[in-house]
Nanobody, 122 residues
């Protein structure tokens, strides 16, 4: 069964940083675009960032542009989301998904993982 697993969430103070990881179980990520999204309580899912299979192109939502950075290490079968200057409004469950390509910051296709909780609070 193909699925992705997110890790790296936690509690961080405003202005702090976290790095999330997305790894795969049972397959390699190298042939897929990978996207990150988040969902806050009572809100819909928000696409945040996408990276193409080659890693040559990355895309970001305006809400995180300049603060979040997506990257991939195919040797480690892992995609990262580096999150800097975190704000309380970034509090959410963060998930990744594989897809055929990026449609801007939204990955095309695929199922989202269960996610990792990020809480930004003083």
């Amino acid at each position: 069964q193909v699925h992705v697993v997110e890790s790296g969430g936690g509690l961080v103070q405003p202005g702090g940083s976290l790095r999330l990881s997305c790894t795969a179980s049972g397959f390699t990520l190298v042939d897929y675009a990978i996207g990150w999204s988040r969902q806050a309580p009572g809100k819909g899912r928000e696409g945040l960032s996408c990276i193409t299979s080659s890693g040559d192109s990355t895309f970001y939502a305006d809400s995180v542009k300049g603060r979040f950075f997506i990257s991939r290490d195919n040797a480690k079968n892992t995609v990262y989301l580096q999150m800097n200057n975190l704000k309380p409004e970034d509090t959410a469950v963060y998930s990744c998904a594989i897809g055929a390509g990026c449609f801007g910051e939204v990955v095309g296709g695929g199922d989202w993982g269960q996610g990792t909780q990020v809480t930004v609070s003083s």
